[in-house]
């Protein structure tokens, strides 16, 4: 079969073997310490804490830690503060024009960067291992258990959580440099794949026992998450192909240009952010209300209400507003007319300059809509998947930060292992064609 001799081709390979065994060995190290406790905390007591996070944005927290929230692990915090402050500091690299500058600078500037986000990164860990402790110690009293509320108990605490958050970010780094993939993305999707055996197990017992179907609603269930996988790689590798002609200079004997590229323009540019960025914001009414203990009004409960209508509705228009917002601040046609220029290039029938940059600006205007749309479909998929009567640990498979994050690692992760395969002559993961992923490509969200 070929797949077994694409496997014995990858295993042939030494330095892919070693990649592989690398990156599963730190993925095992970074597992076994989301299952760490943090010290002075009954584990016994945890189970209010993981009700806690089975719905809203504690959820998707949760879901980002590979459950380390639910369990007050070392790794409670995640690797979700980075990428916090890796958005912010992107964002200020548009903004502010001492960051442009860093940008520009080329490896210097970029070392800066990955420094300033470090430290950006660890007071947002400081800050949110308070809100931590402060959130596990009133769910605890709630059960009739104690934490430690002493001064010393939190500094450690606070330190062993924003420590155990960076020797997390330290483990993809050493994935992306040692092993087998971009390791932040891997971390992100190991810890979302974790939790699918157990939904899987769930709602194949559910059916079963439970609910009407029984297996056939089971397998019914699972093509559509298939469909809806097939639909996230067409959306993650959809892009417009724009030719560019490269004019002809000799220097010397030889002539350089005159040959044809094309630029690709990601139909999704801004991948999974605009997700991240609407479900955020919705659930500010929802712990506003929360936390000032009043009746909730009709008003407030439809925005309560994730399965509802009005919640969903005004979650995709929120989803395509950004992701026209996300993709105006990371794509800059200006820059990409004045790099054509500067290297002698030309779009065929296009003048250089400001025409370039208004027609690249036209392009990125007509493919955003639909991917805006097609994007706002697969976030809120999972409403549609919990009123079809799949449980809400399952049907978050079936779309938002889950399905994109999975299918654009998993894209990279093979890409990457078919260019070593093609690099020692050895044929691709395919019969026809290549696999394309995210990476290499115009705005790349993570």
């Known amino acids: ?16 073997r070693k990649r592989i065994l690398i990156t599963l060995l730190l993925i095992l190290i970074y597992r076994f310490g989301t299952n760490i406790v943090l010290p002075g905390v009954d584990p016994k007591v945890l189970t209010i804490l993981a009700e806690q996070t089975r719905g809203g944005l504690l959820a998707l927290l949760d879901m980002f830690s590979g459950g380390a929230l639910s369990k007050a692990s070392i790794f409670a915090l995640g690797i979700m503060p980075y990428i916090s402050a890796s958005i912010v500091m992107q964002l200020m690299t548009i903004i502010v024009p001492s960051f442009q500058k860093l940008q520009r600078e080329g490896e210097s500037g970029r070392k800066k960067i990955n420094q300033w986000t470090r430290y950006l990164t660890v007071v947002i860990l400081i800050f949110q291992g308070m809100a931590y402790l402060t959130n596990l110690n009133v769910q605890m009293r709630a059960v009739g258990s104690t934490l430690p509320t002493d001064f010393w108990f939190n500094l450690s605490s606070t330190i062993i959580m924003a420590g155990g958050s960076m020797f997390v970010l330290w483990l993809g780094e050493r994935i992306t440099d040692k092993g087998i993939g971009n390791g932040i993305s891997f971390i992100i999707m190991v810890g979302i794949m974790a939790r699918l055996p157990h939904a899987l197990f769930q709602e194949f017992i559910s059916r079963m026992s439970e609910r009407t179907g029984g297996l056939v609603m089971f397998l019914v269930e699972n093509l559509a998450l ?35 590229q094309y630029i690709p323009l990601k139909v999704n540019a801004a991948n999974v952010m605009p997700i991240i960025f609407a479900q955020a914001i919705m659930m500010v009414p929802i712990s506003i209300v ?35 917002f996300y993709t105006a601040i990371t794509i800059n046609p200006t820059q990409m007319a004045d790099d054509l220029k500067r290297n002698n ?70 890409q990457q292992i078919e260019s070593h395969l093609l690099m020692r002559h050895y044929d691709g993961l395919l019969k026809s064609g290549r696999i394309k992923g995210r990476s290499g490509m115009i705005g790349q969200a993570y």
């Open 290 to 324: 929360g936390f000032s203990n009043r009746e909730v009004g009709p008003f407030w409960a439809a925005f309560m209400d994730n399965s509802g209508f009005w919640y969903n509705f005004i979650f995709a228009l929120m989803i395509i507003a950004f992701t026209y």
């Open 1 to 16: 079969m070929r797949a077994i001799e694409t496997l014995k081709n990858i295993w042939k390979i030494e330095d892919l």
């Open 226 to 260: 298939l469909l809806v996988f097939a639909g996230a790689i067409a959306l993650v590798q959809g892009t417009r192909r724009v030719p560019v002609q490269y004019a002809k200079r000799i220097v010397g004997n030889k002539q350089y240009g005159g040959a044809r």
């Open 345 to 414: 290039g030309f779009i065929p029938g296009i003048k250089p300059g400001k025409a370039t940059k208004n027609y690249l600006d036209e392009i990125m205007s007509r493919i955003t809509l639909p991917g805006a749309i097609f994007l706002a479909i697969v976030a809120i998929m999972p409403a549609f998947a919990r009123i079809a009567g799949v449980s809400q640990e399952f049907a978050q498979f079936f779309g938002g930060t889950s399905l994109l994050i999975m299918v654009g690692v998993i894209l990279d992760t093979l």
